[in-house]
């Protein structure tokens, strides 16, 4: 779990800060703690970041499917969730630029655009 958390502050920090050559888009929404809401090609887009799936921030099927997997009640859940939310919004803020890899087509099940 250690190393999952130091990878994932490891990426976020590379595509904040990184100076390499790159299409760049620009952050609209931290949504919560694995998902951006960026402009890309004029509109906005969700962008869920690639291996990375918090808790749930809210309410919703998604929590019920994470309380069967961990053991874990809701009322923890969500304050997980809400945390990595708000570590997050810590890390990259509305306004900062990101730099995205992968395949910008690709979308999970929730319509979510996957890349790191």
């Known amino acids: 779990m250690k190393l999952r958390y130091a990878l994932f502050l490891l990426l976020l920090?590379?595509?904040?800060?990184?100076?390499?050559?790159?299409?760049?888009?620009?952050?609209?929404?931290?949504?919560?703690?694995?998902?951006?809401?960026?402009?890309?090609?004029?509109?906005?887009e969700r962008v869920q970041l690639f291996?990375?799936?918090?808790?749930?921030?809210?309410?919703?099927?998604?929590?019920?499917?994470?309380?069967a997997r961990t053991g874990l009640d809701a009322t923890t859940l969500l304050a997980i969730g809400q945390k990595a939310t708000r570590h997050l919004q810590g890390l990259i803020r509305v306004g900062d630029?990101?730099?995205?890899?992968?395949?910008?087509?690709?979308?999970?099940?929730y319509g979510r655009i996957s890349v790191i």
Not at 21 to 39: I, N, S
Not at 97 to 109: F, H, I, S
């Open 13 to 44: 920090t590379a595509a904040t800060l990184s100076p390499a050559a790159g299409t760049t888009y620009q952050v609209e929404a931290v949504e919560d703690g694995d998902t951006l809401v960026l402009r890309i090609g004029g509109k906005s």
């Open 51 to 67: 291996g990375i799936d918090a808790p749930e921030s809210v309410q919703n099927p998604k929590l019920k499917r994470d309380m």
């Open 97 to 109: 630029a990101v730099r995205l890899e992968g395949d910008l087509g690709r979308r999970d099940k």
